[in-house]
């Protein structure tokens, strides 16, 4: 594990929010270390995580590290999940996105990189048929996270976004919501 995310973790008893997925926090973790692994310092990482926090966490692996040396990738993905972490297939783009089978790696979800190109009708057809095979709900559209990204997303079926913005958004939309709701009642009183 990166050695400034342990120390960060160590000196403040908690992980980055970055991926935004209801319950669960990201960790990234690049194969080769892992395979290393457990080194004391993912060890010690990994010993200052109560085993109830583990299933809100996840970890982040790049499809290039994990289809490079599959074997280094199962026992990573093997051995943080017997630990009771989820792991993400990270690095994903809508050009490889046929080579991902979410089922076969067993991983809990997949990051898709923002892309103009989703803008493209066949494009964003093709990506929403795969995006639908792997599960709209284990897809994590990331590195993007302006209005039109989240909007395009939503039409290709993702409902999970990562980025800064996401927040602020999620937060505006639902603020939007709660007042049409409140016009609604108070022009039915």
Same mark, same amino acid.
Request: hydrophobic share 40%.
């Given at each position: 594990?990166?050695?400034?995310?342990?120390?960060?973790?160590?000196? &403040?008893?908690?992980?980055?929010?970055?991926?935004?997925?209801?319950?669960?926090?990201?960790?990234?973790?690049?194969?080769? $270390? #892992?395979?290393?692994?457990?080194?004391?310092?993912?060890?010690?990482?990994?010993?200052?995580?109560?085993?109830?926090?583990?299933?809100?966490?996840?970890?982040?692996?790049?499809? /290039?590290?994990?289809?490079?040396?599959?074997?280094?990738?199962?026992?990573?993905?093997?051995?943080?999940?017997?630990?009771?972490?989820?792991?993400?297939?990270?690095?994903?783009?809508?050009?490889?996105?046929?080579?991902?089978?979410?089922?076969?790696?067993?991983?809990?979800?997949? $990051?898709?990189?923002?892309?103009?190109?989703?803008?493209?009708?066949?494009?964003?057809?093709?990506? &929403?048929? #795969?995006?639908?095979?792997?599960?709209?709900?284990?897809?994590?559209?990331?590195?993007?996270?302006?209005?039109?990204? /989240?909007?395009?997303?939503?039409? #290709?079926?993702?409902?999970?976004?990562?980025?800064?913005?996401?927040?602020?958004?999620?937060?505006?939309?639902?603020?939007?919501?709660? #007042?049409?709701?409140? $016009?609604?009642?108070?022009?039915?009183?």
């Amino acid at each position: 594990m990166d050695e400034q995310v342990i120390a960060d973790f160590m000196a &403040q008893g908690e992980i980055s929010e970055e991926l935004k997925v209801p319950g669960r926090q990201r960790v990234a973790e690049p194969v080769p $270390k #892992l395979r290393q692994s457990v080194r004391p310092e993912f060890m010690m990482f990994d010993d200052a995580v109560p085993a109830s926090r583990r299933d809100h966490l996840i970890v982040e692996i790049q499809m /290039v590290d994990a289809l490079s040396n599959l074997s280094a990738f199962a026992f990573a993905r093997r051995f943080v999940q017997d630990r009771g972490y989820h792991v993400a297939l990270d690095g994903v783009t809508h050009r490889t996105l046929g080579l991902v089978d979410r089922d076969r790696l067993d991983v809990d979800y997949v $990051k898709l990189i923002w892309s103009q190109d989703f803008a493209d009708r066949d494009v964003a057809s093709r990506s &929403q048929t #795969l995006i639908h095979r792997i599960s709209e709900a284990r897809t994590v559209l990331c590195r993007r996270d302006d209005r039109d990204a /989240v909007d395009r997303g939503i039409d #290709l079926g993702i409902g999970v976004f990562q980025g800064r913005q996401v927040e602020t958004l999620i937060a505006e939309e639902n603020r939007k919501r709660e #007042l049409r709701r409140l $016009k609604r009642r108070i022009e039915g009183s």
